[in-house]
């Protein structure tokens, strides 16, 4: 979709995704790398480096948010499909809604989500061809989205007929799972930004890790 990219008065989800996909963001993986002023480690306590991908997908700090969007496009995706999708269509695109923002092998094509970049999977690919063992990677779980937790959600046809939806609803719910996905990361990154600027307001007696490289100005010359 153009509007969040040429049109929104507000373009922080457009700058996020700019700076996302040239390796701009500062997290404490990139500065370590790149300037040495800080350890690689995640600002939250967590036993793993602070990169990009752990930022938007793992960290637990913003698991809530992820939670939280994800009810979001469920609902918006069993709103969507209503009255305009197969029941058994319906059932696996509302569960590859939800698993939009994590990793999986049935979903995505290097088993890795890429959510945070815009990049969606192939939505025609899941239409026809994701059978009955794909979707059943994760058990049913209710948020809202009718008949989809129901004891019989994991029974489907081995292959989809993608004739039983029209294109334009494939294409309309392309864009909401687009917009959702930047929307995220652009929460994300926002909450991130401020609870680092938060904690690095807070006095402490830690030294601040540098690298002999920074101190190299101060070695004489040979």
Known sequence: PDFPYTRA??????????YTRSSQLDTAEVRHRRFRDTPPWCHFGCD???????????????????????????????????????????????????RLFSDDAGL??????????????????????????????????SHGMGNFASGNAGVLPPQLDSTTM????????????????????GRIWGEYKRRARSLSAVPSDIVTYKSLDTYAYLLPDV
């Open 48 to 98: 793993a480096f602070e990169s990009v991908r752990y930022i938007f997908t793992r960290c637990p700090a913003f698991s809530a948010i992820r939670r939280a969007h994800s009810i979001q496009l469920c609902d918006e995706t069993s709103s969507l499909l209503e009255g305009k999708a197969a029941d058994h269509l319906r059932e696996v695109l509302e569960r590859a809604a939800q």
């Open 108 to 141: 995505w094509p290097q088993y890795r989500t890429r959510f945070y970049v815009g990049v969606l999977p192939p939505l025609a690919r899941i239409v026809s061809n994701m059978t009955e063992t794909e979707v059943g990677v994760l058990p049913p779980q």
């Open 9 to 18: 008065s507000s373009s922080f989800s457009a700058v996020a995704q700019l």
């Open 166 to 185: 029209e294109p334009k609803v494939l294409s309309r719910l392309a864009q909401v799972w687009h917009m959702h996905s930047i929307r995220l990361a």
